[in-house]
């Protein structure tokens, strides 16, 4: 498969740094405001232009008001809350005796570091060499992590690696139930990747286990959303980024597509439900959106 269909093997690009400056603006509100707390995002973060957008938390609350009034507020709540409830999921998975963690591409997620998972759990981190590299000098640098820290690095070329192959020889358990978290990847890959990754993903997952992942709306991809300028501008950023849209879904496409693979859908949460749930001041006050949702599947 080559480099260009999956973006899981490529070096975190400005769209990642935007991701993570998002949630560390977030963060610097007040604790009254915010939907997140997230204080290790910004560490990552090498763009000047975004790490002005943090130098103070009213020049981070315009920063994010900027983003809301140029794409949306719907795209900055997504982003936040789908952490949040990943984080839930997490917590739930750990109580029910999951102590395998998985992050694909994690990129600058920072589960590990703010000890979202208070249990005996393995965490192993995926990513492309050249990333995880860069995530481990920041890391080791700002000493953010200590020795009890129980993380197993797993560089993975998606380009040339088996995954399976690469996770057993890291030491994990595939006999285990276990949780694998997929966020902000499944857009940027040809529907042929996104097939062959949940296969990977099959050969690995004991019945039990659970894969939360994000994607959006097959509208916003190919441009059927006419009416929303914003979903067009959200596009747009994405092309100019390098990075652009090439596989959309809908509810009824994950079901089928998770179903072909031997997972079941749980549950399917759009931007306005998250809101419902986590925030419902804004609920009350936002539109009705559906160009992102976040699924938790199980493995039959």
Known sequence: MSANSRRLDRRASFTAQSCAAQRAAETMQSPRRRLLNDPYSRYFIRSPLLRACLIHPLVARGFIGVLKSVFG???????????????????????????????????????????????????????????????????????????????VWVPCDFEHDVLRE?????????????????????A????????????????????????????????VVTGGDNKSVRARLWTEAAARFGEPYLTGLTAADADALLASHGFQCRQHLTTLELLRHYAPAYASRSPADGRAAITTAQRT
């Open 73 to 151: 507020a719907a795209g900055h709540f997504f982003l936040v809350l789908r952490v949040r409830y990943t984080d839930d999921v997490l917590k739930k998975a750990i109580d029910d005796g999951v102590d395998q963690l998985v992050l694909l591409g994690a990129g600058f997620d920072t589960t590990t570091l703010r000890r979202v998972a208070h249990g005996p759990i393995k965490i192993f981190e995926v990513d492309a060499p050249t990333t995880q590299a860069d995530k481990r000098a920041v890391m080791e640098r700002l000493q953010l992590t200590d020795s009890s820290d129980e993380i």
């Open 188 to 219: 940027y890959l040809t529907q042929d990747a996104l097939d062959a990754t949940l296969a990977d993903l099959a050969t690995v997952c004991a019945p039990g286990s659970l894969l939360v992942f994000d994607y959006l709306d097959t509208s």
């Open 166 to 186: 690469r996770l057993l020889a890291s030491g994990f358990d595939p006999t285990r139930p276990s949780l694998f978290v997929w966020l902000g990847v499944t």
